[in-house]
């Protein structure tokens, strides 16, 4: 039976792998303290944002230098602390990433999107530290058996679990189709967790595709292989499914499409 608080301080690589498994130790320990799948999808796109932006921005992918991360997991509380080796950056004057002349900077939406997320998001003064609080306050919406189904911004997530079988390709189909039957015309199939494309995968979308033509819609899959965009799109898919490797950049994009007027 864990303990109702735990409180860890580790530096880790300056890498993916390294982070990836560092995400899923805090996300492990939110679960054990009863935190739902609602509370995880907040907490993964927040954490994901956060130490890419402590690789990429602060630390420069440079694999001599570390990253610093303290998190605190009550019942009731995520408190989570990244910090990175740069030079920091001027937090005070950050842009709203919707207007026109922020449209073009990929850190300031990134931060904005964790503001989203999060309860209460801080940095240091210098800059190369910021501090995320998740506190539990929402539910979850719905889902098939093994899937969920979140909204954020008019746009609907379908969370797909790592462990679901090949054989559920075909329920994701038909969950897709019955958003789009709904009036759902922004939507995310996260398959972040998944090693690879499965080819039962391959032709759910494939039969969604002309689908997604017909009622306007805009569908973003999530997939860490970078392969998987031109994979998909050599078995005929529309230029109107695309393919992310990070969750907060599917939605950046279906929102970006939004605020810019464009059809979904």
Request: avoid cysteine; charged fraction near 25%.
């Given at each position: 039976m864990p303990t109702s608080r735990v409180l860890k301080h580790?530096?880790?690589?300056n890498d993916f792998d390294a982070i990836h498994v560092l995400v899923r130790e805090i996300l492990d320990h939110a679960s054990e303290r009863g935190y739902d799948e609602n509370a995880h999808f907040a907490l993964r796109l927040a954490l994901d944002e956060a130490l890419a932006n402590a690789y990429d921005h602060g630390n420069r992918r440079r694999s001599d230098r570390r990253i610093r991360v303290t998190y605190e997991i009550t019942p009731?509380?995520?408190k989570v602390v990244v910090g990175d080796e740069g030079d920091g950056f001027d937090h005070h004057g950050l842009d709203d990433p919707r207007e026109d002349a922020a449209l073009d900077r990929t850190h300031g939406r990134g931060?904005?999107?964790i503001q989203q997320f999060m309860s209460e998001v801080r940095f240091n003064e210098k800059g190369n530290e910021i501090t995320?609080?998740?506190?539990?306050?929402r539910g979850e919406l719905t889902g098939w058996p093994g899937l969920k189904i979140w909204e954020s911004a008019g746009i609907n997530i379908l969370d797909v679990p790592a462990e679901l079988p090949a054989c559920y390709s075909y329920v994701i189909g038909v969950c897709?189709?019955?958003?789009?039957?709904?009036?759902h015309r922004r939507l995310v199939l996260d398959?972040?967790?998944h090693s690879q494309?499965?080819?039962e995968t391959i032709a759910a979308l494939v039969g969604l595709s002309t689908r997604v033509v017909k009622d306007g819609a805009r569908l973003v899959v999530v997939h860490a292989d970078p392969r998987?965009?031109?994979l998909l799109h050599r078995h005929g898919l529309s230029p109107r499914v695309d393919c992310r490797s990070r969750l907060a950049e599917a939605l950046e994009l279906l929102a970006e499409a939004g605020e810019k007027g464009e059809r979904p």
């Open positions: 580790q530096e880790i690589p009731h509380r995520v931060i904005f999107l995320l609080v998740y506190r539990r306050e897709l189709g019955d958003l789009l039957d709904t009036g398959l972040s967790r494309l499965e080819p998987a965009g031109s």
